[in-house]
């Protein structure tokens, strides 16, 4: 395994997830840094309707798995020099099959799982990019049923439930990268 790509829906940890592994020195793509520089590009203001019209746009233009693409070099470039290569915002089936297609079974797939009410709480009272509860009811619909969102989350190789604190979480995803680094069977599929 050489690529994991962190998959989940709005508030179910996936930064979190991100960032504790970019701080065990591991080097992390944000796929949805794509849509907000593109939103910055245009001189509008970063709003949740601004980065949907433009992911929309983007992807109508230039085919669902647009981010991925244009991440392939940067992914391609990363692996030359690390040995594990972290994707934060896997999105859209056609992205998960783009990776798919161009790393087979170097890519684990690897989603956050929150209920529901934990994710629309933590959304709320996020710092960065904060959501009411009408509003991430409805980026949930848009993102199943725009951009395929659904897809690789239910193609996870790998589900860890994020359900409790943030330092249960960390050692989740310890226990996960050791599992990773010393390539033995994936067996934490469980809370």
Known sequence: IRIIAIVGMPGSGKSVVASHLKNQGLPIIWLGEIIISEVEKRGLMLTPQNEQIVREEIRAKHGMDVCVQMALPLIQEKLLNYPLVIIDGLYSFSEYKTLKKNFGHELLVVAIFT??????ERLFFR???PLTREEAELRDCME???IEKGGPIAMADLTIVNDGTQEQLNQKIEIFLTEILHNSSLNICSN
């Open 127 to 129: 710092k960065t990019r």
């Open 144 to 146: 199943i049923e725009k």
């Open 115 to 120: 209920p529901k009410a934990l994710r629309y």
